[in-house]
């Protein structure tokens, strides 16, 4: 039977490591996905990683978990802060997702969300090749999430860290508002925008009816 997030917690301040061990191995993959989303370097990443790794066990032990918000919300917002901090460090500069504001006048159709996506990792005619799969067979799990992976790998940071928290590290609209410290209607705003060119994408080769549970 699957523990707590209070029963974990009352384990590793009992010493017991092989509990936060196991909550390692649940949390590593997610959170090193959106360190490498903000460092886009692997080595930087995985020093990132074993650092938020570290404050979470200090938190942990130390009594400064409160328990207010779920341990993976309090997790990722350790990782979150450690990558943005690392970023500033290395690259001596801002992180941009704090400082920009998105809006209509400035995000239309043909902007960043899909021009960069055709034009970087994948060109457009290399996309409709690579992904030529048959409508007539059904869609599979593996190919939505290759396209979801390529396409957050190509889109401004201000949308593919809030899209690699809602999807890859599976958290609701109000955790990456808490997390980001943005407006919860900044939050919901780019979603919506990211997703309608996400599903304009995947249109190219599937049924909207089989893509609604994954769009």
Known sequence: ????????????????????RIIAEEFKDKAFSLILRILKNKEEAEDCLQESFLKLYRSITGGKFEERSKLSTYFYTIVYNTAVDSYKRLKSRRFSIVSIDVDGSNFEDGDDLLKKYYESNIEKREFDDKYDFSTESRISESEIKK????????????????????????????????????????????IFRAKSKLKEIILKKFSEEEILQYV
């Open 1 to 20: 039977m699957k523990l707590t997030d209070s029963e974990i917690i009352g384990n590793i301040k009992k010493g017991d490591n092989e509990s936060f």
């Open 147 to 190: 396209i979801i992976s390529d396409y957050i790998n190509s889109i401004p940071e201000q949308y593919s860290v809030i899209l690699n928290l809602f999807y890859i590290n599976d958290l609701s609209h109000e955790e990456i508002a808490e997390i980001l410290k943005l407006p919860l209607g900044t939050i919901k705003n780019r």
